[in-house]
């Protein structure tokens, strides 16, 4: 019983420390954005361009094939479930399913899995390689230089990624849809566009704008902390990986139950 | 007029050496060996100097001017080059970075370094592709263009081979020439034997200073003079 308290005050106090860490970068990255001074806006700008194109623009076939296979089954599911009953409720359930929920969650996912990963890893190796230490000697911030393009160009990618798996995950519905059952697409897309409320776009995309920052800010955290042995490396990218997978669970709950509260 | 000044500086983080106590300068043209054994806290000092790390108790103060945006060419022993530019981009950086000259003229500038230097062909490989000796030139190079008043350099001459060895000593009188300081630790001053400079002596912390090789070649601490080679 003991031991279980202890354990968990550990975890408590571990969590809070992280917490901690997450605001101070924030705060950091705000400062920097409302007084850019000694920032080198071009390099900066390229740097996070940088981000996007492996971010995002590589992660778009697999986001595709995701987004159109999960709409599917979605909908295969659905159809074989409810029966006549699903033909009228298709367009919710997309929306809900895809919209609300699937799309942001499996961005995130992917997220974390391509580009999370390699962000921890190449910020734990620039501390192991003296290069984090180069850069402060040479008064280039490694906020400005490092991190600020990373974070930037991870909230752009998944803001993008969330996009595209709605867009193509509604349309492998469709397409289930109507090679299951013929329904045609026009029918089906207008039945989404009814269900599709303003509350939903702005969900999705809170949670697109949320979840791309925590995974950007905990990867780059967890990478941060490698100092001096290069085992601590592997440690970190798990580390951040449960963290981020976590973390996004929780948001993704508390922001849903807000938007049935409300 | 002292371009470095360590007063009092005490450092303890469990990672880098302790130090305790520590004071001493630096004037404009001049140089100071810091030297002792492995463990003593030469790098912590060296990292210190270049303000990569925070003192713990005391005051490390740069006089470097406010116009300038790179008051130190750090030259650190392993790393400090990052892995996905090639040379040639990490000795731009700096210079690029703080806009103190477009990347063309950057890059044409450390070109001529690079050829002067005899690794002009590897300009364009990454750090991870060149040997030590190449990548302590690219990194002297990059020290270089951005013209500090200070430079820090860590066992500059250790693990490179002897032509680069000559090309970096005959790069660390012109430094002094110039009237640029220059901090460098090092594990053996036999390398540097002759050279003009003060030293500082550490061990458990602590730091004993020594005004010219005069004073120094009279100590007669059996730890000191181990290190004299």
């Given at each position: 019983?003991?031991?279980?308290?202890?354990?968990?005050?550990?975890?408590?106090?571990?969590?809070?420390?992280?917490?901690?860490?997450?605001?101070?970068?924030?705060?950091?990255?705000?400062?920097?954005?409302?007084?850019?001074?000694?920032?080198?806006?071009?390099?900066?700008?390229?740097?996070?361009?940088?981000?996007?194109?492996?971010?995002?623009?590589?992660?778009?076939?697999?986001?595709?094939?995701?987004?159109?296979?999960?709409?599917?089954?979605?909908?295969?599911?659905?159809?074989?479930?409810?029966?006549?009953?699903?033909?009228?409720?298709?367009?919710?359930?997309?929306?809900?399913?895809?919209?609300?929920?699937?799309?942001?969650?499996?961005?995130?996912?992917?997220?974390?899995?391509?580009?999370?990963?390699?962000?921890?890893?190449?910020?734990?190796?620039?501390?192991?390689?003296?290069?984090?230490?180069?850069?402060?000697?040479?008064?280039?911030?490694?906020?400005?230089?490092?991190?600020?393009?990373?974070?930037?160009?991870?909230?752009?990618?998944?803001?993008?990624?969330?996009?595209?798996?709605?867009?193509?995950?509604?349309?492998?519905?469709?397409?289930?849809?109507?090679?299951?059952?013929?329904?045609?697409?026009?029918?089906?897309?207008?039945?989404?566009?009814?269900?599709?409320?303003?509350?939903?776009?702005?969900?999705?995309?809170?949670?697109?704008?949320?979840?791309?920052?925590?995974?950007?800010?905990?990867?780059?955290?967890?990478?941060?902390?490698?100092?001096?042995?290069?085992?601590?490396?592997?440690?970190?990218?798990?580390?951040?990986?449960?963290?981020?997978?976590?973390?996004?669970?929780?948001?993704?709950?508390?922001?849903?139950?807000?938007?049935?509260?409300? | 007029?002292?371009?470095?000044?360590f007063?009092?500086v005490g450092f303890e983080?469990?990672?880098h050496a302790a130090l305790r106590g520590l004071d001493f300068?630096v004037?404009?043209?001049?140089r100071l060996f810091v030297f002792g054994r492995s463990g003593s806290g030469k790098g912590t000092v060296m990292r210190l100097a270049?303000?990569?790390?925070?003192?713990?108790?005391?005051?490390?103060?740069?006089?470097?001017?406010?116009?300038?945006?790179?008051?130190?060419?750090?030259?650190?022993r392993?790393?400090?080059?990052?892995?996905?530019?090639?040379?040639?981009?990490?000795?731009?950086?700096?210079?690029?970075?703080?806009?103190?000259?477009?990347?063309?003229?950057?890059?044409?500038?450390?070109?001529?370094?690079?050829?002067?230097?005899?690794?002009?062909?590897?300009?364009?490989?990454?750090?991870?592709?060149?040997?030590?000796?190449?990548?302590?030139?690219?990194?002297?190079?990059?020290?270089?263009?951005?013209?500090?008043?200070?430079?820090?350099l860590e066992d500059p001459l250790s693990e490179?081979?002897?032509?680069?060895?000559?090309?970096?000593?005959?790069?660390?009188?012109?430094?002094?020439?110039?009237?640029?300081?220059?901090l460098l630790a090092a594990g053996s001053l036999s390398p540097f034997e002759g050279w003009e400079g003060s030293f500082l002596f550490l061990r458990g912390g602590k730091a004993q200073f020594y005004e010219d090789g005069r004073a120094l070649s009279a100590e007669k601490d059996p730890e000191v003079r181990a290190c004299l080679g």
């Amino acid at each position: 019983m003991q031991e279980s308290v202890m354990y968990l005050g550990r975890v408590a106090a571990r969590s809070s420390a992280l917490v901690g860490q997450v605001y101070r970068l924030h705060a950091a990255l705000i400062t920097k954005l409302r007084s850019p001074r000694g920032l080198n806006i071009e390099l900066v700008r390229r740097l996070t361009l940088n981000q996007v194109l492996f971010s995002g623009v590589q992660a778009v076939p697999l986001i595709a094939a995701s987004a159109t296979l999960i709409g599917g089954v979605a909908i295969m599911q659905t159809v074989s479930l409810l029966s006549g009953l699903a033909y009228e409720l298709i367009g919710q359930i997309l929306v809900g399913i895809i919209v609300r929920e699937i799309g942001p969650l499996i961005a995130a996912v992917v997220l974390i899995g391509r580009s999370g990963t390699a962000m921890a890893t190449e910020i734990g190796s620039m501390r192991l390689n003296g290069e984090w230490d180069a850069l402060k000697a040479y008064r280039i911030d490694p906020v400005d230089f490092v991190i600020l393009p990373r974070v930037a160009g991870m909230v752009a990618s998944m803001f993008c990624m969330v996009v595209c798996f709605d867009v193509l995950g509604i349309l492998g519905g469709c397409g289930m849809a109507l090679l299951m059952k013929g329904i045609s697409s026009a029918q089906l897309l207008s039945r989404v566009g009814s269900a599709l409320t303003n509350a939903d776009l702005a969900v999705t995309l809170l949670k697109a704008l949320v979840f791309g920052e925590l995974v950007a800010t905990l990867s780059c955290i967890y990478g941060m902390r490698v100092h001096g042995s290069p085992t601590e490396l592997p440690r970190a990218v798990t580390r951040a990986v449960v963290a981020c997978m976590v973390g996004v669970l929780v948001l993704d709950s508390l922001i849903t139950a807000a938007f049935y509260i409300l | 007029m002292s371009l470095l000044e360590f007063r009092g500086v005490g450092f303890e983080d469990g990672e880098h050496a302790a130090l305790r106590g520590l004071d001493f300068s630096v004037e404009a043209g001049r140089r100071l060996f810091v030297f002792g054994r492995s463990g003593s806290g030469k790098g912590t000092v060296m990292r210190l100097a270049a303000g990569v790390l925070e003192p713990g108790a005391g005051t490390v103060r740069l006089e470097a001017g406010e116009r300038c945006l790179a008051p130190v060419g750090y030259v650190p022993r392993e790393g400090g080059m990052l892995s996905n530019l090639s040379l040639l981009d990490n000795a731009v950086l700096p210079v690029v970075y703080h806009k103190m000259m477009s990347r063309d003229a950057a890059s044409r500038k450390a070109r001529s370094w690079f050829d002067e230097f005899g690794i002009g062909s590897q300009a364009l490989k990454r750090p991870a592709e060149v040997g030590v000796s190449v990548r302590r030139l690219a990194l002297l190079a990059r020290g270089i263009l951005a013209e500090p008043p200070l430079f820090v350099l860590e066992d500059p001459l250790s693990e490179v081979d002897a032509a680069a060895a000559r090309v970096i000593k005959s790069v660390l009188e012109r430094i002094s020439q110039e009237g640029r300081a220059c901090l460098l630790a090092a594990g053996s001053l036999s390398p540097f034997e002759g050279w003009e400079g003060s030293f500082l002596f550490l061990r458990g912390g602590k730091a004993q200073f020594y005004e010219d090789g005069r004073a120094l070649s009279a100590e007669k601490d059996p730890e000191v003079r181990a290190c004299l080679g």
